[in-house]
């Protein structure tokens, strides 16, 4: 049942229906030229979706899960190979390294950037078995860049240049030339996601082209023509009706972007009276606000964190979120006999709170009182700016 007061944590709806008429024509332009997969809108968006992103070859395929599987069988990995990533992340990433037959390695995060830490990445590199490392995948993770140039300077002074780098960008769509930052860089568009398909949707930008058209090929069952197949390949294929809606909100991204960094500003200047209960999530320009998550302080494991939780939910009707509150080396496939004290420490502590375009600033101070009256605290005695009403 949906309550008329509940603030979701997202509302599509809200970016959707501005634009409803435009995804309509696009929709309809598709039905009558009955191309369906892959056709001339998912080649225009190929482009167009790489161009944004900073440059490189676009491929489309079914799911940012697939795109990250397809990375990786691009680039050779496979049984005998491992693959490192950080676990407080979803299960898609090291699920994708384990369709390939490789072993996952974790990496902890840094509690900075919440992605993968280089100085933990320097331990792994002095482990046994760290000769069979063949790819590090970086989470761009909630939209705030992970530290690439310094995985890179770690591969390194390690001199393990052999290294590849797979950029996981699901949550940072438009953050500025992210696909420079990697080899190879993987998006999801779920309906939730800042460019997010009217379905499933994946899709992964290389800098060589000859990755980009194994990647065309795997994707495709292998095909090295039309009665030709050169590998075990999988059928992800993409729709163009898919394509031809995202075409449209790609129009949209850059402003919805920034009105998501005006939701942050926000929350940053309303929440930072209240530093001794929690962290704020660190800016960087490039963030693309996928979510802001801050990091409620108390208590050593989950308990404050589940109670303000279930209370902003079920007292404030406000849609807060956990990501993700089980790291994914507690999760039965995927465990792992390294320490990983900062991913542990995030599940128990991060809570999501609602940011998307189209929200208002009266909904950022509607979820802040929320949450300063979860914690009881009392709401700081400064006057907090005057903007109110839609944010733009
Ligand atoms: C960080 C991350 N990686 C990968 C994925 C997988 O994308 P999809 O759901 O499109 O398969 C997601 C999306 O949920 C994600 O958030």
């Known amino acids: 049942m949906t309550r008329p007061d509940f603030l979701p944590l997202v509302d599509l709806r809200r970016m959707h229906d501005p634009i409803a008429k435009d995804l309509g024509e696009a929709f309809a332009r598709v039905v009558a030229s009955s191309r369906y997969l892959l056709g001339p809108e998912t080649e225009a968006f190929e482009a167009e979706f790489a161009r944004h992103e900073g440059g490189g070859t676009g491929v489309c395929c079914g799911s940012g899960s697939d795109a990250l599987y397809l990375a990786l069988r691009a680039l050779d990995v496979g049984p005998g190979d491992a693959v490192v990533t950080v676990s407080n992340s979803f299960v898609a990433t090291p699920e994708s390294i384990a369709r390939t037959g490789a072993r996952v390695v974790f990496c902890d995060a840094h509690p900075a950037t919440r992605s993968l830490d280089p100085a933990d990445l320097a331990r792994i590199l002095d482990e046994p078995g760290a000769d069979a490392i063949k790819a590090v995948i970086p989470i761009h993770l909630y939209g705030r860049r992970a530290d690439c140039a310094g995985i890179r300077e770690v591969l390194e002074s390690a001199e393990r240049n052999d290294i590849w780098l797979i950029g996981d960008a699901a949550q940072s769509h438009a953050s500025p030339d992210v696909s420079q930052d990697t080899d190879l860089t993987c998006y999801s568009f779920y309906p939730g996601k800042n460019l997010g398909a009217l379905g499933d949707g994946g899709f992964v930008i290389s800098k060589t082209k000859r990755h980009a058209n194994r990647i065309r090929s795997l994707r495709n069952h292998g095909r090295a023509g039309k009665h030709r197949v050169s590998e075990v390949g999988v059928n992800s294929r993409f729709d163009d009706i898919q394509a031809a809606c995202l075409r449209v909100k790609l129009k949209h991204l850059r402003q919805w972007t920034q009105q998501r960094r005006a939701i942050a500003d926000a929350y ?112 700081p005695g400064i006057t907090r700016s005057t903007s109110t009403g839609a944010v733009t």
């Open 268 to 379: 940053r200047e309303r929440l930072s009276a209240h530093s001794h209960v929690m962290k704020l999530p660190a800016d960087d320009p490039r963030h693309v606000y996928h979510l802001f998550v801050v990091e409620l302080t108390l208590g050593t494991d989950a308990s404050v964190r589940d109670r303000v939780f279930n209370q902003m939910i079920d007292e404030h009707q406000v849609g807060v979120g956990l990501h993700y509150p089980v790291p994914c080396h507690q999760m039965a496939p995927y465990p792992t006999e390294r320490a990983l004290p900062v991913a542990e420490h995030l599940s128990n502590h991060v809570l999501s709170l609602p940011c998307f375009p189209g929200m208002t600033y009266d909904e950022v101070d509607r979820t802040v009182s929320a949450l300063e009256r979860s914690l009881s605290l009392r709401p």
